[in-house]
């Protein structure tokens, strides 16, 4: 089984910035993909953005220029580094580990989800 704990969500105005951080752990055996996803209060989850293990990614149109994703595999970490975030970014964010970047939402592992809240 794999575990994740993620760390880094919190309350932050309009335009700053927070990075959030997720380790992995267990039988990472097969995990070739790790990312975010997020869901706002009655909006389905939407991938936020995603990275393989050998560093390609991709990202939402809505978070383009402002989020980065990276990842340090050897210690199973990915983080988000959000910067000029907006009210509308608001949401319960989500670490996914699987597969690839195409499965890892329908058929990976997810965490518990760290808060992101925006507002003045």
């Known amino acids: 089984q794999v575990q994740l704990v993620e760390s880094g969500g919190g309350l932050v105005q309009p335009g700053g910035s927070l990075n959030l951080s997720c380790v992995a752990s267990g039988d990472m055996f097969g995990i070739n993909a790790m990312g975010w996803y997020r869901q706002a209060p009655g909006k389905p989850r939407e991938l936020v953005a995603a990275i393989t293990a050998g560093g390609s990614s991709n990202y939402a149109d809505p978070v383009r220029g402002r989020f980065t994703v990276s990842i340090n595999y050897a210690k199973y970490t990915v983080y988000l580094q959000m910067n000029s975030l907006m009210t509308e970014d608001m949401a319960l964010y989500y670490c996914?580990?699987?597969?690839?970047?195409?499965?890892?939402?329908?058929?990976?592992?997810w965490g518990q989800g760290t808060q992101v809240t925006v507002s003045s």
């Open positions: 996914v580990v699987g597969p690839s970047r195409a499965t890892m939402g329908a058929s990976g592992v």
